[in-house]
């Protein structure tokens, strides 16, 4: 059974249009995030949601959406997609699990290659 | 804030040589440290972690890795180098106080030379 899953693998779309990337994890964790992976390779976090709630959001565009309609799920809609938009999108998942001091690892999923024409 | 650094975005190895992977990180506070290891069109598998526990932590396929506070590194490392090694390899931190936020590397790039 996949851990972290993200549908579509691949996503080509026209400059201007609007799309979504799903994610759903199995692990029972409460925490999960997006990353962003450019052409060079340099992975940065864009968003994180704990049982649903904001808890980071990074210097990114409002374009960008994340929706989490339950601790299984987020989502990621994208506005008025840009050329600059073209990159790989990881999802992940944590468990924050008992008190501040926790850190536990984080899951990836596969990503959605996202390429904007 | 923190910040890790790469040092080598290539790196190549003959079969069965010891591999180096170098990590240096930044942090105001005690940090986490993770390995994270990609391979070609694929999302990112953990290696290994260290959390204030052992300075000396073994991961997945044969990496180990040493946390060095006076040096402020987290090289990675393989005695012998495996055809199946070829991969990017990642280099994260956050801190320990639970702030959930990872902050990468650039990767290093793997490559293993039969």
């Known amino acids: 059974d996949t851990a972290v899953s993200q549908t579509p693998k691949y996503l080509v779309t026209q400059m201007g249009n609007d799309k979504s990337i799903k994610c759903e994890q199995n692990l029972g964790h409460d925490t999960m995030y997006w990353y962003k992976q450019d052409s060079k390779k340099f992975l940065k976090i864009m968003f994180s949601y704990n049982n649903k709630e904001l808890i980071i959001n990074e210097t990114v565009p409002n374009r960008f959406s994340p929706k989490s309609p339950d601790k299984a799920h987020l989502n990621l809609h994208i506005n008025s997609l840009e050329l600059g938009d073209s990159a790989v999108y990881f999802c992940?998942?944590?468990?924050?699990?008992?008190?501040?001091?926790?850190?536990?690892?984080?899951?990836f999923g596969p990503g959605t290659r996202l390429l904007v024409l | 804030a923190q910040s890790v650094t790469q040092l080598g975005s290539h790196v190549s190895v003959s079969e069965g040589a010891l591999v180096l992977l170098r990590c240096n990180y930044s942090?105001?506070?005690?940090?986490?440290l993770f390995w994270y290891v990609q391979y070609p069109n694929q999302g990112l598998q953990l290696l290994l972690k260290?959390?204030?526990?052992?300075?000396l932590v073994k991961g997945i396929n044969g990496f180990e890795a040493e946390f060095k506070k006076s040096e402020t590194s987290f090289h990675l490392t393989k005695p012998s180098a495996h055809m199946s090694d070829a991969a990017e390899y990642f280099c994260a931190v956050t801190p320990n106080f639970g702030n959930e936020k990872l902050t990468f590397g650039t990767g290093t790039r793997l490559t293993i030379i039969p």
């Open positions: 992940a998942s944590s468990h924050k699990g008992g008190g501040e001091l926790q850190q536990e690892t984080q899951y």
């Open positions: 942090s105001s506070v005690p940090p986490y």
């Open positions: 260290y959390t204030s526990a052992a300075t």
